[in-house]
């Protein structure tokens, strides 16, 4: 399982190059942001399965889900809007439900943000309760080293303070009774980042996976 933020996928061979890809890293269940296709639907691939959820007239934002044909027990498919989808698997003990998200970026209107997140709130509640709840995605989110939220965000990660995206998803981990992964466990810091400036060597770590506690 990963997450990724390809940028766009709205060139001819982009599909087969990333299946090829999670082919290559053994990735049975890859949630990717910045599809940029249109609309939304379900492709049947050789080896894998595409679950999408896109803008219906502009190639921006998009989310998907590429599932290897090794998980075949899909419940359920829900194509939220270009920003969000989720995907629910059934499990041997718990049901799992994933959520794909791709949140406004910093300079982004705090309303937008606000949106966002109020939206992402609605559908992680609406996943059962008793089903394990996992949100993974590009939340454009710095999280500092917190000390102070128990085991919700841990003190490994990049960044010695908050954007505020990091606030949200702090804020989210917190209420929702969640743990941001990326910052539990000890890494060097060329481990952390998850993006890297185009044209400097800035590194941020604003990609995360967040799970039940």
């Not at 980042?193 to 799970?211: F, L, S, V």
Request: aromatic share 10%; proline share 2%.
């Amino acid at each position: 399982m990963g997450t990724w933020n390809v940028l766009s996928m709205y060139r001819s061979g982009a599909l087969q190059k990333l299946i090829q890809v999670t082919q290559e890293y053994k990735t049975d269940l890859l949630p990717i942001q910045e599809v940029r296709w249109l609309g939304r639907s379900i492709i049947e691939e050789k080896d894998c399965t595409v679950y999408y959820s896109c803008d219906d007239k502009q190639n921006i934002f998009g989310t998907d889900f590429i599932i290897s044909k090794n998980i075949r027990l899909i419940i359920d498919f829900k194509a939220i809007d270009r920003r969000m989808c989720v995907l629910k698997i059934r499990g041997k003990f718990k049901n799992y439900s994933y959520i794909c998200a791709r949140a406004p970026r910093e300079e982004k209107r705090e309303r937008k943000k606000y949106q966002f997140y109020e939206r992402l709130d609605r559908m992680y509640k609406q996943c059962l309760s008793y089903d394990v709840k996992i949100i993974l995605g590009n939340m454009n989110a710095k999280v500092w080293k917190e000390i102070l939220t128990g085991i919700a965000v841990g003190t490994c990660g990049l960044h010695d303070e908050s954007n505020n995206g990091g606030t949200h998803v702090i804020n989210d981990a917190v209420h929702q009774r969640m743990v941001t992964g990326g910052t539990l466990f000890p890494h060097i810091n060329i481990h952390k980042g998850t993006w890297q400036g185009p044209y400097d060597r800035t590194i941020n770590q604003i990609d995360h996976i967040m799970i039940d506690q």
